[in-house]
């Protein structure tokens, strides 16, 4: 395992529009469903967790790179809607694809490299374009856990048609 590469996906949707998405900053709910291929939270909200199946784990459980990696989407989702509330552009939908990469090193340790989060936003009509892209600059920089990571987190944001 020494100096392969990992390659952790998540996908993050938001599921709190409320019908005028992120019209106001109270018109939207906070709501966001957590998917990763093959694992699914209990019904009493437990995640499974278990370690890489890389690492002799098992793949349908949680593993604690997975959870950085959605963590980060996550909250990149909640001050990207934020933004958008406050700079008037109206976000309907939001779906983001994030892949986060390791590295093991030597002595058998490891260390994130970067995760990519790919956020796909659809707008309300009307909503500029441009600001839109522009303000995941702005959520970038207002997340708590991006600000405490020591490694890149890139963004790669489309608008939909």
């Known amino acids: 395992m020494t100096g392969r590469t990992h390659h952790y996906r998540v996908e993050v949707v938001w599921t709190g529009d409320r019908g005028e998405g992120t019209r106001s900053y109270r018109s939207y709910a ?10 699914v939270a209990t019904a009493a909200g437990v995640l499974a967790g278990s370690s890489d199946r890389t690492f002799h784990g098992d793949a349908t459980r949680w593993n604690p790179e997975e959870l950085l990696t959605a963590a980060l989407s996550q909250c990149h989702l909640l001050s990207y809607l934020h933004v958008c509330a406050v700079s008037g552009v109206v976000v309907t939908g939001y779906t983001d694809e994030a892949v986060g990469t390791m590295v093991t090193d030597a002595d058998g340790g490891g260390h994130f490299t ?3 989060l790919r956020p796909r936003v659809t707008l309300s009509p009307g909503s500029d374009r441009e600001l839109a892209l522009a303000l995941h600059d702005r959520a970038h ?13 890139r963004h790669e944001p489309t608008v939909a048609d």
């Not at 906070?30 to 694992?39: L, P, Y």
């Not at 920089?141 to 987190?153: E, H, K, N, T």
């Open 141 to 153: 920089r207002l997340c708590f856990i991006a600000s405490s990571v020591a490694f890149p987190v």
């Open 30 to 39: 906070r709501d966001h469903e957590v998917r990763i291929g093959g694992k």
């Open 114 to 116: 970067e995760v990519v």
